[in-house]
């Protein structure tokens, strides 16, 4: 069985992805990323990434609660780490399903601008947690979009980009 991990080590590997590569990391980005990744993750391995459930955030985008209190403060690119409680930063190791999502979805939305990311994380799961009195969105929802989120119709502009 999959031990889960923590939301913050995603966030801070997808943040050291994108200083790497010299992609900037806005809050809003990297909660539809941690989205897009969790929601691939589920459907290749049937198993949840983390504990904590997405919900609709402030922007209109699924996002998760300690992601957003972590980083929703950044107005513009993020430029630090999470840390725990005693001033750690935790990434994900190397673990090769979540790897492979990682690098799945990195290849296709890097090049996305916020707004692309945020009207491509508005699918099902996150129409219906809008009709829902609790506004989160349900694995269920996020495994029926399955692991190829793009439309049909958006994925040209995608791989195209």
Same mark, same amino acid.
């Given at each position: 069985?999959?031990n889960f991990?923590?939301?913050?080590?995603?966030? +801070?590997?997808?943040?050291?992805?994108?200083?790497?590569?010299?992609?900037?990391?806005?809050?809003?980005?990297? !909660?539809?990323?941690?989205?897009?990744?969790?929601?691939?993750?589920?459907?290749?391995?049937?198993?949840? #990434?983390? !504990?904590?459930?997405?919900e609709?955030?402030?922007? +209109?985008v699924?996002?998760?609660?300690?992601?957003?209190?972590?980083?929703?403060?950044?107005?513009?690119?993020?430029?630090?780490?999470?840390?725990?409680?005693? *001033? !750690?930063?935790?990434?994900?190791?190397?673990?090769?399903?979540?790897?492979r999502?990682? =690098?799945?979805?990195? *290849?296709?939305?890097k090049?996305?601008? =916020?707004?692309? #990311?945020?009207?491509?994380?508005r *699918? +099902?799961?996150f129409? !219906?947690?809008?009709?829902?009195?609790?506004?989160?969105? =349900? =694995?269920?929802?996020?495994?029926?979009?399955?692991?190829?989120?793009?439309?049909p119709?958006?994925?040209?502009?995608?791989? +195209?980009?």
């Open positions: 069985m999959y991990v923590s939301p913050c080590s995603v966030a +801070n590997t997808i943040i050291k992805k994108g200083w790497e590569e010299k992609t900037k990391i806005t809050p809003i980005r990297l !909660n539809v990323l941690i989205y897009f990744l969790y929601a691939t993750y589920l459907k290749t391995t049937g198993a949840r #990434l983390f !504990n904590e459930r997405f609709i955030g402030e922007y +209109n699924p996002m998760i609660a300690s992601i957003d209190y972590k980083f929703g403060h950044y107005r513009g690119h993020i430029k630090k780490f999470a840390r725990d409680a005693m *001033g !750690n930063v935790s990434v994900v190791s190397e673990e090769d399903v979540f790897t999502c990682l =690098d799945t979805i990195w *290849g296709k939305y090049n996305c601008t =916020d707004s692309e #990311l945020c009207e491509l994380s *699918g +099902n799961a129409l !219906n947690a809008k009709k829902s009195p609790y506004n989160i969105l =349900d =694995d269920i929802d996020i495994v029926e979009e399955g692991t190829e989120i793009i439309k119709h958006e994925k040209n502009y995608i791989k +195209n980009r």
